[in-house]
């Protein structure tokens, strides 16, 4: 073999250091990003990986009391099981599957296996704006900062919440939306199916099935004029939008509680209106907070973009912003889905006004490494079970709430049901709300805590025992009333609880 042959072999031989183009397009940018954007979330976002908060959502330990009663009896909750005031009420569990996730975490790993599932599901929900952000913009630089912007909007629901598994199936329907706008028609009918899934994971499907609606009505005529490029749909394209809405609806019907759990959000819009007046989360966006900063920079980089390079909108992109941005500013909450709605379009702009051509040129070796690096970070920054089983500890009052007797009525503070639950202990209310409100609990709850009528209340439903928080005008009433007497006192600062007994009658001499 002559010396150019030679040569020209080794030039086309693997050697150690040449990568397969396997690996290559593993670990392209498009792996780099995602790793940030996942360091990103173990860093920063304060209710997974502060030890003190993270389990700080008293709804947590309701679902996984309810997901503990369905693994064993085999079937979804119908009867309110918890408390001593509305016991024995038809109830039903709305967001029933998505608790499945957090018990297995919790059945496998202890609290440990909580923070997992919170960590992965807000993890995908993050990693889901960015790949259709990039998708629609065909930029991963222009796609990577939108998602970062929005990880501050998103993290007002951050922690282990059920919602998060709900916000993944309104990203599968944007992107199913968005195919169809490609001209890709066949993803259309996922979404039936979709919504099946959906309802049996919160009651925000029926956002997801107004926003199908809405985009079948703005496609209904043609709308060209100034910055709008609307053309309508075909009738073929229409009959099978329409079709699809139909089946979608239809599938509603697929779930454990029939009717009844089509209509709950409905219900909440309009007979829990209590719930909505007194629960921070449905409060108007903080323009102060870091979400409403962050929804005040989204939406004026999304203004100057256009301005800078302007380009032709369809009107139900405008309904879709309009919409997610008002749902936004009224309730707080939704910043989270705004973001979902929102981002890819805030993507394009950027990418079109920004940004210059993406460039695909990247060290897969580098990122692999990275990607590694980043696991490491996350297994060593996210809280031990002992770490998080101390900062439960100075959450809630164990103590107290294990004095507590099945045959005894505890009045207790809203923050501690749900961990009542959890404890199988008899409560007065806790944290569902809706059954409270319904019964007219809830009502009675605050009216007690303001100490209207507390006593006469008190005595209507009998209760015997009080855990409630220290150094509130109700914990100064049964501390000075002759009837009660203090149990016990735990924790401390704003977790400083008390327990009271009724003395039956018998004064209690208060200057002992």
């Known amino acids: ?60 330990w309701w679902h996984l009391a309810d997901a503990r009663v369905m693994f064993s009896t085999h079937h979804a909750i119908q009867i309110e099981p918890y408390s001593f005031t509305v016991r024995g009420q038809r109830w039903i569990d709305p967001e029933w599957l998505s608790e499945v996730p957090y018990w297995i975490g919790y059945s496998s790993l202890g609290l440990v296996g909580i923070n997992l599932a919170a960590f992965i599901a807000f993890s995908a929900n993050l990693l889901f704006v960015y790949f259709r952000s990039a998708s629609k913009s065909r930029h991963n630089g222009a796609a990577f900062w939108t998602a970062v912007l929005g990880f501050f909007l998103m993290a007002v629901n951050a922690g282990p919440r059920t919602i998060q598994f709900a916000y993944l199936a309104m990203s599968a329907e944007m992107l199913i939306l968005d195919a169809a706008e490609n001209g890709k028609w066949r993803p259309l009918w996922l979404l039936p199916p979709l919504f099946c899934l959906w309802i049996n994971l919160h009651g925000s499907w029926v956002i997801g099935l107004g926003l199908l609606a809405l985009y079948i009505l703005c496609g209904l005529v043609p709308f060209n004029a100034g910055v709008f490029a609307q053309d309508a ?70 203004i100057v973009a256009n301005c800078v390079r302007g380009r032709k909108w369809k009107i139900y992109e405008l309904a879709f912003i309009l919409f997610a941005w008002y749902v936004a500013f009224e309730h707080q909450r939704f910043a989270f889905m705004a973001c979902i709605i929102t ?38 920054i996210l809280p031990s079970q002992t770490a998080l089983q101390s900062g439960l500890s100075q959450r809630y009052p164990f103590h107290s709430i294990a004095l ?40 009675d709850y605050l009216a007690i805590q303001n100490l209207q009528d507390s006593s006469k209340l008190m005595d209507r439903y009998a209760v015997d025992h009080a855990l409630i928080q220290a150094n509130t005008p109700l914990s100064f009433a049964l501390e000075h009333s002759p009837s009660w007497r203090v149990e016990m006192q735990e924790g401390t600062g704003d977790n400083q609880y008390v327990l009271f007994a009724k003395t039956d009658g018998q004064p209690v001499d208060k200057a002992r």
């Open 233 to 302: 749909f075909s009738r073929t394209d229409r009959n099978r939008l329409i079709l699809v809405f139909m089946a979608s609806v239809a599938a509603l019907f697929a779930n454990p509680y029939g009717w009844r759990l089509v209509w709950n959000p409905f219900d909440m819009m309009l007979n829990q209106k209590l719930i909505v007046a007194i629960t921070q989360e449905w409060h108007p966006l903080n323009l102060g907070a870091s979400a409403g900063m962050a929804a005040a920079v989204f939406i004026g980089l999304m």
């Open 343 to 380: 981002a890819p379009w805030l993507a394009v702009d950027l990418a079109r006004s920004f940004f210059p051509p993406s460039s695909e040129k990247t060290i897969p070796a580098f990122n692999a490494l990275f990607v590694v690096g980043v696991a490491c970070f996350v297994v060593f």
């Open 1 to 60: 073999m002559d010396r150019e042959t030679f040569a020209a072999n080794a030039s086309h031989a693997e050697t150690p250091w040449q990568i397969s183009p396997l690996f290559h397009r593993l670990f392209g940018r498009h792996m780099l990003n995602a790793a940030l954007l996942v360091c990103l979330v173990a860093a920063f976002v304060g209710p997974i990986n502060a030890k003190t908060e993270l389990l700080n959502d008293p709804d947590i």
């Open 404 to 443: 507590i007797q099945p045959s005894w009525r505890t009045f207790n503070d809203h923050s501690l049901g749900g961990w009542m639950d959890f404890n199988s202990k008899p409560t007065f209310i806790d944290s569902r709300n809706d059954t409270f409100e319904h019964h007219g609990v809830l009502q």
